[in-house]
């Protein structure tokens, strides 16, 4: 079971990004699934999530910035990030839930992709 994070890199403030997740080895459509983020010297912190049936779940902070979704039949999610700020740089990391739903909880996934680094910066 492997979960491929990709679409990081390097963008300019208030620029967008949009990260995917694609999942090989089973499916996950019965999984919720979330974003999770680690800057250097910090801990790990969740982003967004997305449960089994579509609902959503962000971070109080990145409300109305950053946006999830997923497509079942592609094994897929994907985070899309927008206006973009110096303080959203870190490793990006997407995981899948034991439970069909999401959660801040980092404990509650078993599966975690290797993550995907994002740097906002001028």
């Known amino acids: 079971v492997q979960l491929q994070a990709s679409g990081g890199g390097l963008v300019q403030p208030g620029g967008s990004l949009r990260l995917s997740c694609i999942a090989s080895g089973r499916t996950f459509s019965n999984n919720g699934m979330g974003w999770f983020r680690q800057a250097p010297g910090k801990e790990r912190e969740f982003v967004a999530g997305i449960s089994w049936s579509k609902t959503t779940y962000f971070a109080d902070s990145l409300k109305g910035r950053f946006t999830i979704s997923r497509d079942n039949a592609k094994n897929t999610v994907w985070l899309q990030m927008n206006s973009l700020k110096p303080e959203d740089t870190a490793v990006y990391y997407c995981?899948?839930?034991?439970?069909?739903?999401?959660?801040?909880?980092?404990?509650?996934?078993?599966?975690w992709g290797q993550g995907t680094q994002v740097t906002v910066s001028s």
């Open positions: 995981a899948a839930s034991r439970t069909p739903y999401s959660s801040r909880n980092p404990t509650t996934y078993n599966y």
